[in-house]
């Protein structure tokens, strides 16, 4: 895992793009990095940390401070935006108060404080995702990964997204995302890191 070793140090700087063909290990990198998974050789370093000495009773913690945007949104489809985007909050056992709070100011954030008492199934593809990405950011993490997160979505969709990443990355958000959009990635002028069968290949800034 020396090439994954690579990628994962980078991550203490601010901005990534993280390409590669299907199957270069761009999604494992990222479920590394959430220790969905471990390494069977080598370091993942996040923020100086080797996550080989995080011990499956802090996983929870070390999760607490990333933020994670799917392709396919993984909403649930029986409760409201407010409710999705509040979901982590509630499992981290957040008062009510702070929870309704945080909760409007992530929505108000991607533009749908409007629709919080919505169903999903009532938003568009677009608003699916943005309802995605505010519940990725409500607990404030760190680090934000983002795995095809415009796969589904037309161009000038793709752009409100990347854009709301830019806000947040502004603010301080380490922001790493998947994508097998070139033309989308090299448009943001931010270091684009390849994969190729596992491995890192390039690192180049923009």
Not at 114 to 140: D, F, H, T
Request: glycine share 10%; with cysteine.
């Amino acid at each position: 895992m020396r090439c994954v070793k690579s990628a994962s140090t980078l991550i203490a700087k601010n901005w990534f793009s993280l390409t590669g063909h299907s199957g270069a290990g761009k999604s494992t990198l990222l479920r590394l990095l959430m220790l969905m998974e471990r390494p069977t050789r080598g370091q993942v370093i996040v923020d100086g940390q080797d996550l080989a000495a995080v011990r499956s009773r802090a996983i929870p913690k070390h999760r607490r401070n990333i933020g994670v945007v799917f392709q396919n949104h993984q909403l649930l489809f029986d409760r409201t935006v407010f409710d999705n985007v509040a979901l982590p909050l509630i499992i981290g056992g957040y008062e009510h108060r702070e929870i309704g709070r945080r909760v409007r100011a992530a929505l108000d954030k991607v533009g749908l404080l409007n629709r919080e008492g919505a169903m999903p199934i009532a938003l568009s593809g677009g608003e699916q995702q943005r309802v995605g990405i505010a519940r990725a950011v409500v607990g404030k993490p760190k680090i934000l990964l983002a795995d095809e997160p415009t796969g589904n979505l037309d161009p000038n969709l793709s752009a409100e997204v990347m854009n709301l990443f830019e806000q947040f990355n502004q603010v301080g958000v380490t922001v790493l995302i998947a994508s097998h959009d070139l033309v989308l990635i090299s448009r943001l002028h931010h270091r684009i890191i390849t994969l190729r069968q596992g491995c890192l290949v390039s690192g180049n800034s923009q």
